[in-house]
């Protein structure tokens, strides 16, 4: 499969982050950012495609914006970040990258996954 996929989990309650706002953007040669797709995680945390079908998986800078505020708000909770970004490269031969995301209120990592 070609393209970029997410997973989100939410480490202080130990399940999956559901129904939260996921942005992909692309940074072109000038700088500025383009949204190149959008998604809601599902039950299960993910989302397995954020490309837009027909979309190539292009080389360069990508950045995807988790919507943390809006969904710590809904269940309640506060919390230190309202958006989470994580900037990644993408290179020539690249065709698929996985980029998980640990979330909690006060903080969140981020790993390469598989």
Not at 35 to 59: F, H, I, K, W, Y
Not at 63 to 73: H, I, K, N, P, V
Not at 76 to 102: D, R, W
Request: charged letters at 20%; a negative charge; glycine letters at 12%.
């Amino acid at each position: 499969m070609k393209g970029i996929s997410t997973h989100v989990l939410d480490t202080a309650r130990g399940t999956p982050a559901r129904d939260l706002g996921v942005r992909l953007e692309r940074n072109d040669t000038s700088g500025q950012w383009w949204v190149v797709g959008s998604a809601r995680t599902g039950n299960d945390g993910r989302c397995s495609q954020l490309l837009p079908q027909g979309e190539a998986l292009l080389p360069g800078i990508y950045r995807l914006s988790f919507d943390t505020g809006t969904y710590y708000a809904t269940e309640g909770v506060e919390s230190l970040y309202p958006v989470v970004q994580v900037t990644f490269s993408v290179a020539e031969a690249e065709s698929h990258l996985h980029i998980p995301v640990l979330l909690s209120p006060f903080g969140y990592t981020t790993y390469r996954g598989s």
